[in-house]
Structures are given as structure tokens and as C-alpha cells.
């Protein structure tokens, strides 16, 4: 019983976690996590969330949310990577000091 809660508790803040991103995402390209008029009860907590955590501040000035240096870290820190590949490269010889003709000089 306690590990259905544990893994149903886990799946929440997974979900509340991959809103927080996708609203991070949204201030970045928008300006705004949601639609401009909403007043949805999860607009007033996730715009809480993002003053309380420091994660973006709004800006009189041009009446939009800025990311701050943490949201973006946090932002960048979920984004998906594909897997990427390590190459070796190999030494070239070191260019020999000779001449044409093969004398040292």
C-alpha cells in the first residue's frame, strides 16, 4: 500500500516538474507561461512557484516574465539530449625538418 502512494506521489511531482519546464520553455520563446488572460488556479501557483523559486521575474517595463540565470539553468538542465558519440582523433607525424635534397641544414 505505502509504495502505490510513494509511486503515485512520485508520478505528481514528475508531472508538476515537466509543467515547470514547459512553462520555463514558454517565458523563453513568449514572454508568458500561459495564455495572457488565464486565471486558472494553476496559473496563480505556477506564477507563484516561478517568484518564490526565483526561476523568472516580470518586468514592468515590457509587461513580461524574464528567465533568471537559475530558471534557465533548470531549463536546460531538463532539456532532452540525443546521445552523442566520442571520436578519437590520432597524432600526425611531426613534420620532418630535412630538406628537399636530404641534408640537414
Same mark, same amino acid.
Given at each position: 500500500?505505502?509504495?502505490?502512494?510513494?509511486?503515485?506521489?512520485?508520478?505528481?511531482?514528475?508531472?508538476?516538474?515537466?509543467? !515547470?519546464?514547459?512553462?520555463?520553455? +514558454?517565458?523563453?520563446?513568449?514572454?508568458? $507561461?500561459?495564455?495572457?488572460?488565464? +486565471?486558472?488556479?494553476?496559473?496563480?501557483?505556477?506564477?507563484?512557484?516561478?517568484?518564490?523559486?526565483?526561476?523568472?521575474?516580470?518586468?514592468?517595463?515590457?509587461?513580461? $516574465? $524574464? !528567465?533568471?540565470?537559475?530558471?534557465?539553468?533548470?531549463?536546460?538542465?531538463?532539456? +532532452?539530449?540525443?546521445?552523442?558519440?566520442?571520436?578519437? $582523433?590520432?597524432?600526425?607525424?611531426?613534420?620532418?625538418?630535412?630538406?628537399?635534397?636530404?641534408?640537414?641544414?
Amino acid at each position: 500500500m505505502t509504495q502505490t502512494v510513494w509511486k503515485s506521489i512520485e508520478e505528481q511531482e514528475a508531472k508538476i516538474e515537466a509543467d !515547470l519546464i514547459k512553462a520555463l520553455d +514558454n517565458i523563453e520563446r513568449t514572454g508568458h $507561461f500561459s495564455t495572457k488572460g488565464d +486565471n486558472s488556479p494553476a496559473a496563480y501557483v505556477m506564477r507563484h512557484r516561478l517568484g518564490v523559486e526565483l526561476l523568472a521575474y516580470w518586468d514592468l517595463d515590457h509587461e513580461r $516574465f $524574464f !528567465l533568471t540565470s537559475l530558471g534557465l539553468q533548470r531549463r536546460l538542465k531538463h532539456r +532532452n539530449r540525443e546521445p552523442s558519440r566520442v571520436l578519437s $582523433f590520432r597524432r600526425l607525424p611531426r613534420p620532418s625538418t630535412e630538406k628537399a635534397t636530404g641534408t640537414r641544414g
